[in-house]
């Protein structure tokens, strides 16, 4: 990636809430995860560690993932198999939950990559602050 498609890159991702980069420590590789919200970015970033993006993936790596992975859909609690939409198959025979809150996801995502060696980079969108006023 050159220096301008880089710099396109993180105009998009400062604009993208929910998004996150992934990048080595000492190198200049970096991976966007811009797809549109965290739980979406949450599923790609595992789909990209299960399918070996990041090198083959390991038993530490996958244990930063706690219960929130499953090789069966049974295997999930009751509540998150009522509620379909958050398990999602990110590989073959492999499934998430993303039924959790931003802060638990984040603190997932940044143990995940930290497990790989890797930095992890947050977008964070200033929201804008209204304040009322009443006047008499």
């Known amino acids: 990636m050159n220096r301008i498609q880089k710099l396109v890159k993180q105009a998009h991702l400062r604009n993208s809430d929910g998004a996150f980069s ?3 420590m000492f190198g200049n590789n970096e991976n966007y995860y811009m797809e549109g919200d965290l739980t979406k970015n949450y599923v790609k ?3 990209d560690v299960l ?8 038993v530490q790596t996958i244990t930063e993932y706690g219960d929130s992975i499953k090789t069966d859909k049974k295997d999930f ?11 999602k198959e990110v590989y073959d025979g492999v499934y998430i939950h993303t039924s959790m809150s931003s802060k638990q996801m984040k ?8 497990s790989m060696g890797l930095d992890v980079s947050f977008n964070e969108v200033e929201k804008e602050e209204y304040s009322w006023e009443i006047k008499k």
């Open 77 to 87: 609690k009751l509540s998150y198999r009522n509620k379909t939409s958050c398990i």
């Open 107 to 114: 603190s997932k995502i940044k143990k995940i990559v930290n």
């Open 51 to 58: 399918g070996g993006v990041y090198g083959n993936p390991k």
């Open 22 to 24: 992934v990048s080595s």
């Open 45 to 47: 970033l595992a789909q």
